[in-house]
T-cell receptor
């Protein structure tokens, strides 16, 4: 799997949008970008994933650059409960292999009142 | 949504004893499950990958005889920490691959299990 680079930490004001960047310059054409978050003392929570197109769900939006070398996770209206470590992971799609998921250090997002 | 459940959420055991942690996919079948370990202030480290009905594949440095993994059904995998020692105290997390998710590849995680060996 390609490696990703994320800032170590970020702060965001409550109610504002949180934009979390991720660089994945060596991503391959068949690799998806996944985002998970881990709130303290809990298992990681799936947020969103995408291949080429921008994606949006009830939790967040994922913006992937045209060259796919970077992406941004957007939490449109951050709340205190969004304080967590956010992980950006790229991995191969498909069901033909085990496709394990390996975590980097992630970005520690702190939402402040 | 896809739910993965772990049990127990917290366990304390005596040094030298064995402890079993269960991981269940509640609303989907998981041919592949993964086990992770996380020490305080560190990221998740993959320990092993288990496929239903076959032996688990362990990551380098993980002792397969110490961390026994069984994936006997499409909804259940177990991790047994044998002859536990205080250094095995950690947060253990399982995950399961949802093959019927949109791309057949989304992985969902359990809530984690805190193991304390005294």
């Amino acid at each position: 799997d390609a490696k990703t680079t994320q800032p170590t930490s970020m702060d965001c004001a409550e109610g504002r949008a949180a934009n979390l960047p991720c660089n994945h310059s060596t991503i391959s054409g068949n690799e998806y970008v996944y985002w998970y978050r881990q709130i303290h003392s809990q298992g990681p929570q799936y947020i969103i994933h995408g291949l080429k197109n921008n994606e949006t769900n009830e939790m967040a939006s994922l913006i992937i650059t045209e060259d796919r070398k970077s992406s941004t996770l957007i939490l449109p209206h951050a709340t205190l409960r969004d304080t967590a470590v956010y992980y950006c992971i790229v991995r191969v799609a498909g069901t033909y292999n085990n496709n394990d998921m390996r975590f980097g250090a992630g970005t520690r997002l702190t939402v402040k009142p | 949504g896809a739910v993965v459940s772990q049990h127990p959420s917290r366990v304390i055991c005596k040094s030298g004893t064995s402890v079993k942690i269960e991981c269940r996919s509640l609303d989907f079948q998981a041919t592949t499950m993964f086990w992770y370990r996380q020490f305080p202030k560190q990221s998740l480290m993959l320990m092993a990958t288990s496929n239903e009905g076959s032996k688990a594949t362990y990551e380098q440095g993980v002792e397969k005889d110490k961390f026994l993994i069984n994936h006997a059904s499409l909804t259940l995998s177990t991790l047994t920490v044998t002859s536990a020692h205080p250094e095995d105290s950690s947060f253990y997390i399982c995950s399961a691959r949802h093959i019927l998710s949109g791309d057949g590849n989304t992985i969902y995680f359990g809530e984690g299990s805190w193991l304390t060996v005294v």
